[in-house]
Each structure stands twice: as structure tokens, then as C-alpha cells.
């Protein structure tokens, strides 16, 4: 079993249409990370979570540490949204990130 | 600065060469670390360093794979004898610390023929 698993593994949706991507993790964290990955390969990181929430623009991220889990959410979804979106975490004893598999997210318009 | 900067973007080699790729970080970054990424899996931890001094090494890098990053600014990554199975995308990255976040590069994708 991954330490870091992420649902859904596709996701396709509607313009206009609220997503949300889960990431639960096994494994002690100092902080998890949301990142985002177009074709071509260049990563951006969206977030960064030790706690609670962070928004930007129609980005939300929460956290739950008991429950070692994570949500992403998109607020009315653009096609220009589309991409992969990897949830990675650094475990507390370590500096590296451990990544999940990512979510290919497709916005139709 | 202008981010996090990798060299080749691409590289297509033949099985048995030997390949080298550069990632020059964001000039305040002290830690420097080296990902690799197959088609359709996240990416998976190679090495990491602070400053010139490489920290810790994943069982994944054979006796083939090599870093470096000798002045504690730009990192060499090196295959030797390169293998079908190392294509995949080798992604570098820089951060000043746990609480800062990361900077990634835009990656370089190895292709072994």
C-alpha cells in the first residue's frame, strides 16, 4: 500500500462543475503539498498545508491531520484546469516529498 | 532568477551510452533534490542534497546513477550504461527548507532506444 493514495484517479467534468480531489496518507507529516502538472511535464506547486485551509482564487485546500487527510477543491472548473493534480507530503522525520499518484483531471467545455 | 532551470529538455540516447543532466536551482535554495517520473505514476525520490553534501540516496539509484553538486549550486545527474527502463522524466528541484515549500523545474525527458 502507497503512504500516499489519491482519489480519484480520473476525473472528468462539466465547465462550471465544483471538484474535489481526496489524498489520505499513512505516515507522520510536517506538511502536504498540492500540486499541479500539465502535458510536457513542468510541476507548480499550489499549496502548502501543516493545518486547516488555504484558498487562492478558486483553489481551496484543507487538511485534517487526525484523520491524515487531504482535499483539494476547484470552484467553477475551467477547461483550462485540465491537468494532473499530485498530492506530496514530507514526513516528519525526513525533508523529501513522498508523492501519490495523481488525479488527471479533464474539464470539457 | 528565473526559477528552477534543467538542461537538456529532452535527451533520446542508445541503450549503453552514458547521459548527464544539470539542474541549476533558485540561487537561495540550500537543498537541492532529483525525482524520477514514469508515464502515469507520480514521481519517485532519487537524491537530495544540502549545499554540496548529498543527504540521502533512494535504494532506487542503481550503481549507474550518480549526482553531484559540487559547489553547492548547480547538480549534475549521470547514467551510465544507460538502460531502456530509465527512460522517464528525471525532475529536479529547490526549496530553503521544509516550511518554505519547493520549486520545480520543467524536467528532462530521457528516452533510451
Known amino acids: 500500500k502507497n503512504e500516499v493514495e489519491q482519489s480519484p484517479q480520473n476525473l472528468t467534468a462539466q465547465e462550471g462543475e465544483f471538484i474535489t480531489i481526496n489524498c489520505s496518507y499513512s505516515?507522520?507529516?510536517?506538511?502536504l503539498h498540492w500540486l499541479q502538472q500539465h502535458p510536457g511535464g513542468g510541476i507548480v506547486s499550489l499549496f502548502m498545508?501543516?493545518?486547516g485551509k488555504k484558498k487562492h482564487g478558486r483553489l481551496i485546500a484543507t487538511i485534517n491531520i487526525q484523520e491524515k487527510h487531504s482535499s483539494l477543491h476547484i470552484t467553477a472548473s475551467h477547461p483550462r484546469d485540465s491537468a494532473v493534480y499530485i498530492c506530496?507530503?514530507?514526513?516528519?522525520?525526513?525533508?523529501?516529498?513522498?508523492f501519490g499518484e495523481g488525479t488527471q483531471l479533464t474539464v470539457n467545455p | 532568477d528565473t526559477g528552477v532551470s534543467q538542461d537538456p529538455r529532452h535527451k533520446i540516447t542508445k541503450r549503453g551510452q552514458n547521459v548527464t543532466f544539470r539542474c541549476d536551482p533558485i540561487?537561495?535554495?540550500?537543498?537541492l533534490y532529483w525525482y524520477r517520473q514514469t508515464l502515469g505514476q507520480g514521481p519517485e525520490f532519487l537524491t537530495y542534497f544540502q549545499n554540496e553534501a548529498q543527504l540521502e540516496k533512494s535504494r532506487l539509484l542503481s550503481d549507474r546513477f550518480s549526482a553531484e553538486r559540487p559547489k553547492g549550486s548547480f547538480s549534475t545527474l549521470e547514467i551510465q550504461r544507460t538502460e531502456q527502463g530509465d527512460s522517464a522524466m528525471y525532475l529536479c528541484?529547490?526549496?530553503?527548507?521544509?516550511?518554505?515549500?519547493?520549486?520545480f523545474g520543467s524536467g528532462t525527458r530521457l528516452t533510451v532506444v
Open positions: 528541484a529547490s526549496s530553503s527548507g521544509q516550511v518554505y515549500g519547493y520549486t
Open positions: 505516515v507522520g507529516i510536517s506538511a
Open positions: 498545508l501543516s493545518s
Open positions: 506530496a507530503v514530507i514526513v516528519s522525520s525526513g525533508s523529501r516529498l513522498t
Open positions: 540561487s537561495e535554495h540550500n537543498r
